[in-house]
Nanobody
Framework: QVQVVESGGGLVQAGGSLRLSCSAFGRASSTSAMGWFRQAPGKEREFVADINWSGTQTDYGDSVKGRFTISRDNAKNTVYLQMNSLKPEDTAVYYC????????????WGRGTQVTVSS
């Protein structure tokens, strides 16, 4: 069993930055790839970024490439999502996930944290 908890969301103006944190607790968490997804009202869930267990491989969704950076600190069981140059279209609930079964499917999910970008 892995517990996933996100934090760091909030309200920011367009062009600003936020850093989301995701703490994962459980035996599998330190050796698991982790992912960030987001879902805006009325839209499907969207892949944002993922990172392998060692932090040496990352991948990003096309809409956030060059603006967002995913990283992890396994000593703290924490994954980060640094979001720069935020746009109103980045407004969504951001979810962290652990233990993937495929690129877009994970076993454990957090409850999400709201990010709102004002224009």
């Amino acid at each position: 069993q892995v517990q996933v908890v996100e934090s760091g969301g909030g309200l920011v103006q367009a062009g600003g930055s936020l850093r989301l944190s995701c703490s994962a607790f459980g035996r599998a968490s330190s050796t698991s790839a982790m992912g960030w997804f987001r879902q805006a009202p009325g839209k499907e869930r969207e892949f944002v970024a993922d990172i392998n267990w060692s932090g040496t491989q990352t991948d990003y969704g096309d809409s956030v490439k060059g603006r967002f950076t995913i990283s992890r600190d396994n000593a703290k069981n924490t994954v980060y999502l640094q979001m720069n140059s935020l746009k109103p279209e980045d407004t969504a609930v951001y979810y962290c996930a652990a233990v993937p079964t495929s690129k877009l499917h994970y076993i454990y999910w957090g409850r999400g944290t709201q990010v709102t970008v004002s224009s």
